[in-house]
């Protein structure tokens, strides 16, 4: 069983930052193998792509709203895929959820929730004005 574990969310002001990160536990689960995304959910609304990354690392996507703010990165000695969130808006609130793809080496950074497997159980992201 694949077990993906955001971290990093919390409080800050408009205009801050914070890194979420995102690891693997379970069974052995190389995270640098497989495309990672980022979705996200604020209260009321659907769940929403935010970024993606291949698994190489070639290719990122990054929802409009965020483009220009938020990185998509991966470290592959630590298994971790990071998301560092910059220039924080009040509408960058949510619950933030990391994904993975179950098919190695495609290189690919989907924008769709169906094109992942393994899923996080979040980690909350409030940003006050």
């Known amino acids: 069983q694949v077990q993906l574990v955001e971290s990093g969310g919390g409080l800050v002001q408009a205009g801050g930052s914070l890194r979420l990160s995102c690891t693997a536990s379970g069974r052995t689960f190389s995270t640098y193998a497989y495309a990672m995304g980022w979705f996200r959910q604020a209260p009321g609304k659907e769940r929403e792509f935010v970024a993606a990354i291949s698994w190489s690392a070639s290719i990122t996507n990054f929802a409009d709203s965020v483009k220009g703010r938020f990185t998509i990165s991966r470290d592959v000695a630590k298994n971790t895929v990071y998301l560092q969130m910059n220039s924080l808006k009040p509408e960058d609130t949510a619950v933030y959820y990391c994904?993975?793809?179950?098919?190695?080496?495609?290189?690919?950074?989907?924008?769709?929730?169906?094109?992942?497997?393994?899923w996080g159980q979040g980690t909350q992201v409030t940003v006050s004005s």
């Open positions: 994904a993975a793809d179950s098919n190695a080496y495609r290189n690919y950074a989907g924008r769709i929730e169906s094109e992942y497997d393994y």
